[in-house]
């Protein structure tokens, strides 16, 4: 198993204010990888940088083992990095069909419908509401559509951003189990969580992030029993 | 009665022309390019030269104004506002006037203050009668060609992949570029078609008034920015609505009311469209979920 993902000393500013401060981790090919921490901690912000949205200060990521430096963010995505990001930011004016295009956008036409199939096997409401201008689903409905868009694109590594935030608990489940059926068909998956708990019982290594650093690192299982996590992130 | 109202309809169809241009900018730039005017002289000018001094058949005049305000359009965004990207958009809105300014003076500069006048590209092609009325053969042109640009545009953004790009894009860039789509190459891509679009509408203007000089494009620029507001701007189909009821407005305006009036009741009419649907005609704005 290789590593698939790799950041070293990354440091991002928003103006004066350093908000990443010499983060380092890595996602091996296959896992699923968690990124918990407090609001505030730096973790959109990270996932954001990696993505491409954001430049760095300094530090480096590199993607198979290709360096990022000065790659435009719309290549990346060529390469096999999709982002979900922050609020789902799916395209409100467009249809749920136009918005899966959309996540197509890289990809030879001819390989469009496969890979609308396996994602309508994914989220068969997508489906029933092809046709359906995006900003009129419901947040659920919002999250499986950019979770769905993200896919499209056939990424090997796949960066979420509070895929959980928002829904009811049913729905969290469900949202999880279909990470976990991402992941099993051969997506690498890097997760960013409030909800600690549900992407500790999901991931295989976990990284904790605080004010912009981060402090603990290890397996998912181990850090979920921890107390001192389970004080901090867990509710006790 | 009916000459008026073809008058207007004419008149107006330039008008959305150029509104398209202002709106497909505003939506996916969000700016105005107050410079948008100017391009439009500058494409009258290009078909003028083409026609009377290259002797060009009219056909190939209106081509190679086209061409050359889509590298215009281009050149003006890639020099002009891309290095403003992430600017206040008052920054923007002074380099637009700047480059308007720019544009004008150029003008005056290569082709003088003299008013030139424009050749009758439509010359043999004859009027048609309607109940009476005569219907210049520019006029009909005019019509059909806002029409045309019309369609060609929905269809464009609705079903091609660089047209639903651009959507994208309009939506939000940050969404549009973790798409792969490259958000840049499809701003520059929109100045080019509304640049344009831009040069056939010069052509059409200074074929109905065909009185040429640097400044011909400025209120037309302008009237066409008003209605692109009226019609709901970042709209297709409010441009080319609100260029319509506008060049009817202004029409009548001028036949039943008064012709020094006409402008203030055009922009009247616009501020109380503004009062009552603050987005325009077909504005729209649908309820967001975070
Ligand atoms: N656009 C911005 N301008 C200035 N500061 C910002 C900006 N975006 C984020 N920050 C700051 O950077 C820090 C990290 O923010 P970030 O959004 O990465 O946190 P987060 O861990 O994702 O939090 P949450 O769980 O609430 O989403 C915060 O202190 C935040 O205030
Ligand atoms: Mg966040």
Same mark, same amino acid.
């Given at each position: ?10 440091h ?8 990443i401060?010499?983060v380092?981790f ?10 918990i921490g407090a ?6 912000t990270?996932?954001?940088t990696?993505?491409g949205?954001?430049?760095?200060r300094?530090?480096?990521?590199s993607f ?7 790659i435009g963010a ?9 982002l979900?990001?922050e609020?789902?930011r ?5 249809t749920v069909l ?5 996540? !197509? ?7 469009v ?15 029933e509401r ?9 947040g659920?409905?919002q999250?499986?559509?950019?979770m769905?868009?993200a ?5 090997k590594?796949m ?5 959980s ?7 969290v489940?469900?949202?999880?189990s ?5 992941n099993k068909?051969g997506t ?8 600690a708990?549900?992407a500790?019982?999901? !991931?295989?290594?976990?990284?904790v ?11 998912a ?16 | 009665?009916l ?6 309809i ?9 509104a398209?241009?202002?709106? $497909?900018?505003y939506?996916?730039?969000? $700016?105005?390019?107050?410079?948008h005017?100017d391009?439009? $002289?500058?494409g ?17 005049a209106?081509?190679?104004s086209?061409v050359?305000c ?10 002009a506002?891309?290095p ?6 008052l ?11 720019f544009?004008?003076?150029?003008a ?8 030139k ?7 043999n ?7 009476g ?7 009909v042109?005019t019509?059909?060609?806002n029409?045309?640009i $019309?369609?060609?545009l ?5 079903r091609?992949k660089m ?10 860039k940050?969404a549009?570029t ?6 840049n190459?499809?701003?520059?891509m ?5 640049s ?7 052509v ?9 000089m ?15 507001v009226?019609g709901?701007?970042?709209s297709?189909?409010?441009?080319m609505?609100?260029g ?8 009548f305006?001028?036949?039943y ?9 055009v ?6 469209v503004?009062l ?6 077909l504005g ?5 979920k975070?």
């Amino acid at each position: 198993m290789g590593t698939m993902l790799r950041v070293e000393d990354l440091h991002v500013y928003y103006g004066s204010i350093h908000a990443i401060k010499g983060v380092s981790f890595e996602v091996n090919e296959g896992e699923i990888v968690t990124l918990i921490g407090a609001n505030g901690a730096g973790k959109s912000t990270t996932l954001n940088t990696v993505g491409g949205l954001l430049k760095a200060r300094s530090g480096k990521i590199s993607f198979m083992e290709k360096d990022l430096h000065g790659i435009g963010a719309d290549k990346v995505v060529a390469q096999g990095m999709a982002l979900c990001p922050e609020g789902r930011r799916v395209f409100q004016h467009m249809t749920v069909l136009e918005n899966l295009e959309m996540g !197509a956008y890289t990809r030879p036409s001819s390989e469009v419908a496969d890979s609308l199939e396996k994602v309508y096997q994914l989220f068969p409401r997508l489906k029933e509401r092809y046709r359906q201008v995006a900003g009129t689903l419901s947040g659920g409905e919002q999250q499986m559509l950019a979770m769905g868009r993200a896919l499209m694109s056939k990424p090997k590594l796949m960066m979420l951003d509070e895929p959980s935030m928002g829904l009811a608990p049913i729905l969290v489940k469900q949202i999880f189990s279909i990470i976990e059926d991402m992941n099993k068909q051969g997506t690498t998956i890097l997760l960013v969580e409030q909800n600690a708990q549900m992407a500790l019982s999901v !991931a295989n290594r976990a990284y904790v992030l605080e004010t912009g650093r981060i402090t603990t690192s290890g397996d998912a299982k181990e850090l979920a029993e921890s107390e001192e996590i389970k004080k901090a992130y867990l509710g006790g | 009665m009916l000459a008026n109202l073809i008058n207007g309809i004419s008149l107006g169809s330039v008008y959305a022309i150029i509104a398209l241009g202002y709106t $497909m900018v505003y939506g996916i730039a969000k $700016m105005l390019n107050f410079a948008h005017g100017d391009v439009i $002289m500058v494409g009258g000018y290009v078909a003028f030269c083409s026609i009377s001094y290259l002797g060009w058949p009219p056909i190939l005049a209106v081509l190679a104004s086209v061409v050359v305000c889509t590298i215009l359009g281009i050149v003006i965004e890639g020099l002009a506002y891309k290095p403003l990207r992430n600017a206040t958009s008052l920054a923007v809105l002074i380099t637009a006037i700047g480059v308007s300014y720019f544009l004008q003076n150029a003008a005056l500069l290569i082709w003088t203050s003299n008013t030139k006048v424009f050749p009758n590209v439509f010359a043999n092609l004859p009027a048609i009668q309607l109940g009476g009325t005569q219907i210049a053969p520019v006029t009909v042109i005019t019509v059909l060609a806002n029409i045309v640009i $019309m369609i060609a545009l929905t269809l464009f953004t609705s079903r091609t992949k660089m047209g639903k790009a651009m959507r994208a894009v309009s939506e939000d860039k940050g969404a549009a570029t973790l798409m792969g789509i490259n958000v840049n190459r499809t701003i520059s891509m929109t100045f080019a078609i509304g640049s344009g679009l831009a040069a056939i509408a010069g052509v059409l203007l200074c074929s109905a008034y065909p009185t040429l000089m640097p400044t011909t494009g400025a209120m037309p620029g302008i009237k066409a920015f008003t209605a692109a507001v009226f019609g709901g701007i970042g709209s297709i189909p409010g441009a080319m609505l609100g260029g319509v009821l506008l060049g009817v407005i202004e029409i009548f305006g001028k036949a039943y009311v008064s012709t020094q009036l006409s402008d203030a009741i055009v922009f009247a009419v616009l501020i109380i469209v503004l009062l009552v649907k603050p987005t325009g005609l077909l504005g729209h704005k649908i309820r967001e979920k975070v």
